[in-house]
């Protein structure tokens, strides 16, 4: 790009109010937004000069210091700029004037009889002029080479049915000779009509998926509300569980605790007694000793006929402790408790699961697979049965295998 550009490349022009883009080139600011805004629907933006393509539509920056003071010195020395170039011209996606020389002009009609595209300033003689009176024109269309007949370039105007193609009225002569052949605007007629049942049948399916989206939409909804329901009642339901066994532990507890303290102060009681009585007898004990040691015999003889009365009228009690004393029975009934417990919770998971697992949510109709299997149709896909669980392992590893596909099948949509 030369670095003392003065002129436009869109208006041809002294460069007004200039910017500049990624590649480097320079363009009015008006005629930079309004080509780009013609281009807008197309989502892609091309620089007017080097055709380089922009998927985002670049910000132009305004070119500013000497440069600029030097553009509008010289252009205050020159009579001002048209006020609004014309920008009709024919961009990518548009069809061009097959008369313009050099930049085309948008087409606004194409002649079937020219096979050609016209801008409104070269349609005006298909107007004015009677030599154009039978022609036939129609909003413009590109490719009108896709009119002309290969063979004999002349215009196609005819249909022929048995080979199904679009021919001229010399095709007729040799290559379609006795074939089922009518005018394009008959066939286009007929077709037109099937077009329409063709139509009207896509419409009817249209109606009859969305009723079936709004009521598999109503379904699902209210299967939140009972998944919801479910949760809060089993919620409910196990914690009033949870807080019966609790209620089942605490008395237990209290029932252990209570045969504990019967038990010791049972014990207590016969080992205070066995004390007083140990003591007692080491107190005997202890006067026969001294007793036998005396030297005085009457004191001797006075009491040791009282320690022997004594001794032989007292019956001491005999304390026996049970062998078979233990809480063991406690632990077996807890135990068994537990055990009848688990293969209770275990039956019951096994026939929710059951229970839930035994009529999908929805399906597809077996008869609509049949028709579409005839058909050009999408195919029908069947959904797996699911194997039924039939302990609380199998329910374990179900409720696992289940909620990683959830997670897959989530992970997959996002």
């Not at 011209?89 to 097959?98: F, K, L, N, S």
């Not at 040791?304 to 032989?312: D, K, P, V």
């Not at 009934?333 to 699961?353: G, I, P, R, T």
Request: aromatic share 6%; with cysteine.
């Amino acid at each position: 790009m030369s670095s003392d550009q003065e002129d436009c490349h869109l208006c041809k022009e002294y460069l007004r109010d200039p910017v500049s883009i990624p590649c480097g080139h320079i363009f009015c600011s008006i005629c930079l937004k309004t080509y780009w805004d013609h281009a807008e629907h197309t989502g892609s933006y091309l620089c007017p000069q080097c055709k380089v393509t922009y998927n985002k539509r670049p910000t132009p920056r305004r070119i500013g210091g000497s440069r600029q003071s030097t553009i509008q010195r010289n252009a205050e020395s020159f009579p001002p700029p048209p006020p609004s170039p014309d920008y009709n011209y024919a961009g990518p996606q548009d069809v061009g004037c097959d008369i313009c020389v050099g930049k085309k002009h948008k087409a606004i009609k194409s002649c079937l009889m020219c096979l050609a595209s016209y801008c409104e300033k070269h349609l005006k003689p298909h107007y004015e002029s009677t030599t154009f009176k039978r022609h036939k024109l129609v909003d413009e269309i590109g490719h009108l080479d896709r009119q002309i007949c290969p063979q004999h370039q002349k215009g196609l105007e005819l249909f022929c049915r048995t080979d199904q193609m679009c021919i001229c009225v010399l095709c007729t002569v040799k290559e379609h000779k006795g074939h089922d052949m009518v005018s394009a605007e008959q066939e286009r007629s007929e077709e037109q009509q099937r077009l329409g049942a063709t139509q009207a049948e896509i419409q009817e399916k249209i109606h009859d998926r969305l009723k079936q989206m709004e009521e598999l939409k109503q379904a699902v909804d209210s299967l939140k509300r009972s998944a919801q329901q479910a949760l809060q009642d089993c919620e409910k339901m196990f914690g009033d569980m949870l807080r019966s066994i609790e209620r089942m532990h605490q008395e237990m507890t209290k029932l252990i605790s209570s045969n504990k303290r019967s038990a010791l102060t049972n014990a207590e009681g016969h080992m205070e007694r066995l004390s007083h009585e140990i003591a007692d007898l080491k107190r005997r004990d202890n006067e026969i000793t001294q007793l036998s040691r005396t030297e005085d015999h009457i004191h001797f003889i006075q009491s040791y006929h009282m320690l022997i009365a004594q001794t032989e009228n007292e019956e001491l009690p005999t304390v026996s402790v049970n062998p078979y004393f233990s809480f063991g029975p406690v632990t077996k009934a807890v135990s068994e408790m537990k055990q009848h417990l688990n293969e209770f919770s275990n039956d019951e998971l096994v026939k929710v699961a059951k229970a839930v697992n035994k009529i999908p949510f929805c399906q597809l109709d077996e008869s609509k697979k049949r028709r579409s299997a005839k058909s050009d149709e999408a195919p029908v896909y069947k959904s797996v049965p699911v194997h039924e669980p039939q302990s609380r392992d199998d329910f374990m590893k179900y409720d696992r295998s289940g909620r990683s596909h959830r997670h897959r099948r989530v992970s997959h949509q996002l």
